[in-house]
């Protein structure tokens, strides 16, 4: 079992960067394939960005490809994910997700989620 806690959210002017971490409890941190996944009121949640358990395979929504980047350490138990060129469309709560075995797009996959920071893009 795994427990994660997302932080990094804030305020911030179209094209301008956050840096989301999100801090994950527990001995088997690699063995988990992790996500952050993204809802905006009124929307589904909808996959952002994997990243595989040693870190050498992400995946990324085509709307932030380009401009997010995914990254993990494993000896921190720490995942983040880099946003640059952030536009208003970005604004949404962001989750950090976990799941056994290889990345996936599909929420429905991840058995482990925190609780979500939010991102709010000014224009």
């Known amino acids: 079992q795994v427990q994660l806690v997302e932080s990094g959210g804030g305020l911030v002017q179209t094209g301008g960067s956050l840096r989301l971490s999100c801090a994950a409890s527990?001995?088997?941190?690699?063995?988990?394939?992790m996500g952050w996944f993204r809802q905006a009121p009124g929307k589904e949640r909808e996959f952002v960005a994997a990243v595989s358990r040693s870190g050498g395979t992400t995946h990324y929504a085509d709307s932030v490809k380009g401009r997010f980047t995914i990254s993990r350490d494993n000896a921190k138990n720490s995942v983040y994910l880099q946003m640059n060129s952030l536009k208003p469309e970005d604004t949404a709560v962001y989750y950090c997700?976990?799941?056994?075995?290889?990345?996936?797009?599909?929420?429905?996959?991840?058995?482990?989620w925190g609780q979500g920071t939010q991102v709010t893009v000014s224009s």
């Open positions: 997700a976990a799941k056994g075995g290889l990345t996936s797009r599909v929420r429905n996959e991840y058995g482990y």
């Open positions: 527990g001995r088997t941190f690699s063995s988990y394939a």
